[in-house]
């Protein structure tokens, strides 16, 4: 089993198309995110996890200071050059884990995008906690798939060649729906630093011909650890499937659960 530590540095491989092929989170979560989190700009913004600035950009646009830390340096630099044009936005190159800012208690917010479930659960919490000023925020969420009722049938036939190359999901899997991923609001409290504020779904959709999809696969750490043999076998099954249909294009549906807490005293 390839190890976490392992699947975290992934992503470097990819930096400069990470950002072409992950999807957008939507307008409203950005919304949801600054009301719920008291937040009026300019607010000072501790970031986890930035990759290519694809959540940073919107918090940025709408005149927030950011402190972006990220792990690999591809990625920070590919973060850098996106974020160009917004000087209150820096990024480092550490880990979360690891990096010490030049004053604790500094920030407004702390937030990360897709990449809280990749920090050390022993004490991420701990860490955010820090950083943050007394009343601040930590929030986080993360893009899932989700199939709805009426959603593309296209993920549930391809699993025949994800079982053919080894790579089955395990036998009581069952594709979530939008509101019905889990929540970490239990963990939450336990950490006895935060008090949560609110727990709201958001879903969204993309669509992709086989180019942009087999893209958007490649920036996923478990098909990056794949053997190169069983890439190949399915992303020619892709494209092949996806060649009869009409359109050419299939749907894929996307949730995520927005964490926002408060810190406690």
Same mark, same amino acid.
């Given at each position: 089993m390839?190890?976490?530590?392992?699947?975290?540095?992934?992503f470097?491989?990819?930096?400069?198309t990470?950002h072409t092929?992950?999807?957008?989170?939507?307008?409203?979560?950005?919304?949801?995110l600054?009301?719920?989190?008291?937040l009026?700009?300019p607010?000072?913004?501790?970031?986890?996890?930035c990759a290519t600035?694809?959540?940073t950009?919107?918090?940025?646009?709408?005149?927030?200071?950011?402190?972006?830390v990220?792990?690999?340096?591809?990625?920070?630099?590919?973060?850098?050059?996106?974020?160009d044009?917004?000087?209150?936005?820096?990024?480092?190159?550490a880990?979360?884990?690891s990096?010490?800012?030049?004053a604790?208690?500094?920030?407004?917010? @702390?937030?990360? =995008?897709t990449a809280w479930?990749w /920090?050390?659960?022993?004490?991420r919490? %701990?860490?955010?906690h $820090?950083?943050?000023?007394?009343?601040?925020?930590?929030?986080?969420w993360s893009a899932?798939?989700v199939?709805?009722?009426?959603?593309d049938p296209?993920?549930?036939?391809?699993?025949e060649?994800?079982?053919e190359?080894?790579?089955?999901?395990?036998?009581?899997?069952v594709?979530?729906k939008?509101?019905?991923?889990?929540?970490?609001?239990?963990?939450i409290?336990?950490?006895g630093l935060?008090?949560p504020?609110?727990?709201?779904?958001?879903?969204?959709?993309?669509?992709?011909d086989?180019?942009?999809?087999i893209a958007?696969?490649?920036?996923?750490?478990?098909?990056r @650890?794949?053997? =190169?043999w069983?890439?190949?076998? /399915?992303?020619?099954?892709?494209?092949? %499937?996806?060649g009869? $249909?009409?359109?050419?294009?299939l749907?894929?549906?996307?949730?995520a659960?927005?964490?926002?807490?408060r810190?406690?005293?």
């Open positions: 390839t190890e976490r530590p392992e699947l975290r540095q992934t470097e491989s990819v930096a400069a990470y092929s992950r999807p957008r989170y939507p307008a409203a979560l950005f919304d949801e600054e009301r719920s989190a008291g009026s700009a607010a000072d913004i501790l970031e986890i996890g600035g694809i959540a950009e919107p918090m940025a646009r709408r005149g927030h200071r950011i402190t972006c990220e792990l690999g340096s591809a990625l920070a630099a590919e973060a850098r050059a996106n974020l044009g917004y000087p209150e936005v820096s990024a480092v190159c880990s979360f884990e990096w010490e800012p030049s604790w208690g500094a920030f407004d917010l @702390v937030h990360a =995008a479930h /920090l050390d659960p022993a004490t919490y %701990r860490r955010a $820090r950083h943050l000023r007394p009343g601040g925020a930590l929030a986080f899932t798939h199939v709805p009722v009426d959603g296209f993920f549930v036939e391809l699993q060649v994800y079982d190359i080894g790579e089955s999901l395990p036998g009581d899997w594709f979530p939008p509101g019905e991923l889990s929540d970490q609001t239990a963990e409290i336990t950490s935060f008090t504020v609110v727990v709201r779904h958001f879903d969204w959709e993309t669509i992709h086989a180019n942009s999809y958007l696969l490649e920036t996923f750490s478990s098909h @650890v794949m053997q =190169a069983q890439r190949q076998r /399915l992303y020619a099954e892709i494209r092949r %499937r996806l009869q $249909r009409a359109t050419g294009t749907r894929r549906h996307w949730g659960v927005l964490h926002v807490a810190r406690s005293s």
